[in-house]
């Protein structure tokens, strides 16, 4: 009997890997080949695999009615109503601007309301067990993913000299969205690994993922998500090592054996990357890769500050001169790595004004702010200084652009009950469930990320995708029974 409910368990797991993996392969496919030219198609993909999600969850992992127990007391399972009720008014306030305004990027409030919602109502229907198998399943989806993704970069995607590395992406700042989310897996594993003093072999693997993640963050020279993964890292650190205290983990002997396996998996693999796509010599080349330099002093999202008329390639956010100019002065220094260290220092030290540190944003930020109003707009993207910006590169703003300030303000609200939600899951959850560091460091990573970028739709983002998944996981409450119920004795 044992032997039959493990193996249902595991096939439940690997056949919620398939929508998962898929989910994260629509994503990368759509951030090669840009979203507006395949929307439709794209969101078509997207809801038939967020409902076999849904299907293949409801047929495995064996619903448990909404009953449960908890310290041998009785009560339900319930969504929390004010996480729910805050959720719902945000897509139906997003669904109303949709059908006064029509989108480009149309009814995305149907994708939210109706699909995730309702995986959100049939997740609040399973026992505590089930609920994590649903969580592993995704933290190990992504785990694959990034296993796939670094072979075939190791493999076909070269690193040019002097300029910013983009993985499997077209934009370095893109990849390093990515990144995060892969980072936020990782350190939950080896949270998890730590919590339950498992020995040091056992994080030898994450250990390894973690260096070369951090490679691959290095290369992209993303400050924002540079310092977020920083950020992160301490803040759960801290928090790990009160908990030891505690425990008795030797939290210290963990975190020196994955800082040694990781630093040597970081050179390793930085070695690989720079040699080994010229050995086989068969680069991928995507048709939007775009050169961002090392020094990154002109590629701006936007050239507030600048009267160049010339474009390269067609590309309204960077100039050909100043492209060369800025190649040619990184190819000159002694180290042309793009490190996000270099970037972030020598922002602040050569003390550039805030519009330059922000590459632009600034000036972005302003200009939608002052076409906000109540019904949203038809497109995302919109004319700044004469250049066209595909979106806010903001969350907040892009949200009350597009569908209006009342939306915003419930995004806001929305944000900040996930994070104190997470903070307290974690807290609470930390010796009981394998992946309770996830939402806290994933939600965290979301809200500083998209200070800088506009990440919030789930076809397009693992990030944003990520971050809906632990909106479900924080809206499940346990509520006790006021009356505890009585068995009779046979």
Not at 321 to 329: Q, R, V, Y
Not at 418 to 447: C, D, G, N, Q
Request: proline residues 3%; aromatic residues 12%; charged residues 15%.
């Amino acid at each position: 009997m044992n032997t039959s409910k493990n193996t249902s368990k595991k096939l439940s797991l690997y056949m919620l890997l398939l929508p998962f993996l898929g989910v994260i392969f629509l994503e990368m496919v759509v951030r090669i080949n840009a979203i507006k030219k395949n929307y439709v198609l794209y969101s078509s993909v997207f809801v038939i695999l967020m409902l076999a999600l849904i299907l293949i969850t409801a047929s495995h992992c064996r619903p448990f009615m909404a009953k449960t127990t908890k310290n041998n007391k009785t009560g339900t399972i319930r969504l929390n109503p004010l996480l729910l009720s805050v959720w719902t008014g945000m897509c139906v306030l997003m669904l109303i601007s949709d059908l006064l305004v029509f989108k480009k990027y149309c009814f995305l409030s149907l994708i939210l309301l109706i699909l995730f919602t309702g995986f959100y109502i049939i997740w609040q229907r399973f026992d505590t067990k089930n609920k994590d198998v649903i969580f592993k399943a995704f933290l190990l989806s992504i785990e694959i993913s990034f296993i796939a993704a670094s072979i075939f970069c190791f493999l076909f995607r070269p690193v040019t000299q002097g300029i910013r590395y983009s993985g499997l992406s077209s934009n370095p700042n893109v990849y390093g969205l990515y990144i995060i989310t892969v980072w936020a897996c990782l350190i939950s594993k080896l949270d998890n690994i730590m919590e339950r003093k498992l020995s040091l072999k056992k994080s030898v693997v994450i250990s390894i993922e973690l260096g070369v993640a951090a490679m691959f963050m290095y290369m992209t020279g993303a400050r924002t998500s540079f310092f977020t993964i920083g950020l992160i890292t301490i803040v759960w650190f801290a928090l790990r090592l009160v908990f030891s205290r505690k425990s008795g983990i030797p939290v210290l002997r963990y975190a020196v054996s994955a800082i040694i396996v990781a630093t040597v998996a970081f050179f390793a693999s930085m070695l690989l990357l720079t040699n080994l796509p010229d050995i086989i010599n068969r680069p991928v080349v995507f048709e939007r890769d775009r050169q961002f330099t090392a020094i990154d002093s002109r590629t701006k999202v936007c050239l507030a500050a600048s009267d160049a008329s010339k474009t390269y390639k067609g590309n309204p956010d960077v100039t050909t001169n100043a492209l060369e100019s800025d190649i040619e002065k990184s190819m000159s220094t002694m180290d042309d790595e793009p490190s996000a260290i270099k970037r972030l220092i020598n922002s602040i030290t050569n003390g550039e004004g805030l519009d330059s540190i922000l590459n632009g944003r600034w000036s972005i930020y302003k200009s939608y702010i002052k076409k906000l109003n109540f019904k949203g707009h038809h497109l995302y993207g919109k004319k700044v200084n004469g250049s066209y910006v595909v979106h806010a590169h903001n969350n907040v703003i892009q949200i009350a652009y597009s569908y209006g300030i009342l939306s915003a303000v419930l995004y806001i609200l929305l944000c900040v009950l996930t994070f104190i939600y997470s903070i307290a899951y974690y807290v609470k959850f930390h010796t009981k469930r394998e992946s309770a560091a996830f939402p806290m460091l994933l939600i965290t990573s979301f809200l500083i990320s998209t200070l800088t970028e506009f990440t919030f739709i789930p076809m397009q983002s693992l990030l944003a995708f990520a971050y809906l998944m632990c909106v479900g996981k924080l809206m499940i409450t346990f509520t006790p029974s006021k009356k505890p119920k009585t068995y009779k004795k046979a």
